[in-house]
């Protein structure tokens, strides 16, 4: 079922992920409106290398902001910007969405690059968390993330982010999507599965008393169950041996009748 509604669950999601993250004074009022059913993501590049987190808060005298939802910084801190509405999609066409009309269905992140600077490694690990993020939390997968230039390259021209293979990037983060189960867990849901892994830990490693009267004895589950198993296989032996034994001494007694 799609969320609808302001994610305001943005800043939890972005540190459950492990990622460094900054909340912009303001972020959950801040917006043109309330989200409609979220589709997805869509990816953008600033245009400077340097462009602050208060340029995508309030924007320009042409443009007021937000101008999108998320500020991704060069060493990978991410901003939370806003909850609502932010004009970052404009014009475009994309299967899924309706046409010209992304801003209201779309999360937008603007990461500080000119575009042809090239993506560091810690920028491009930061940007491939944020969507893993937010895609955990909408329940999708990772071809709910677009390039604005997909979106808008056609109607406007526009080709960020610069130098990012989406291909490879919805790969990037197909990949983080996988290795995370456990953040894909609500908050009480996580609490509870690392509840149940203590008592099981604690059930596996104690040393419990035996209930033999007068012994000190005290061992594991497991070394209870595997002195209990040697000492079948003890019995099994012995049992065994005095069967043979018996069988002997009949045919002994046998032979001299």
């Known amino acids: 079922m799609a969320w609808t509604g302001d994610p305001g669950w943005l800043a939890d999601a972005l540190r459950d992920e492990g ?19 979220i589709w997805g993501i869509i990816a953008h590049h600033t245009g400077g290398s340097n462009t602050p987190p208060a340029e995508i808060a309030f924007g320009f005298p042409q443009l007021a902001g937000p101008l999108s939802q998320l500020h991704l910084a060069r060493d990978g801190t991410v901003t939370v910007i806003a909850a609502g509405i932010a004009w970052h999609a404009g014009r475009g066409r994309w299967p899924g969405l309706p046409e010209d009309d ?21 920028q491009y690990d930061a940007y491939v968390g944020c969507c893993a993020a937010i895609l955990r939390r909408l329940g999708h997968g990772a071809d709910r993330v677009l390039g604005h230039k997909e979106w808008a390259g056609a109607k406007q021209g526009k080709w960020d982010p610069g130098g990012m293979d989406m291909d490879r990037f919805r790969g990037d983060v197909a990949e983080r ?27 596996l490693t104690y040393g ?42 009949l045919e002994a007694k046998e032979g001299k009748i």
């Open 177 to 203: 999507l996988k290795g995370g189960a456990l953040m894909a867990l609500s908050d009480l849901e996580q609490r509870e599965l690392l509840d149940k892994l203590r008592r099981v830990h604690f059930e």
């Open 102 to 122: 992304a801003n209201f269905h779309t999360i937008g992140i603007e990461a500080a690059n000119n575009g042809t600077e090239g993506w560091s490694p810690v």
């Open 19 to 37: 990622l460094r993250v900054v909340e912009f004074p303001g972020w959950r009022e801040r917006g043109h409106g309330d989200f409609r059913s």
């Open 208 to 249: 419990f008393q035996s209930r033999i009267a007068d012994s000190d004895y005290r061992d594991t589950l497991a070394g209870y169950v595997l002195n209990s198993d040697a000492a079948d296989y003890r019995s099994e032996q012995r049992l065994k041996a005095l069967e043979l034994k018996v069988d002997r001494l």
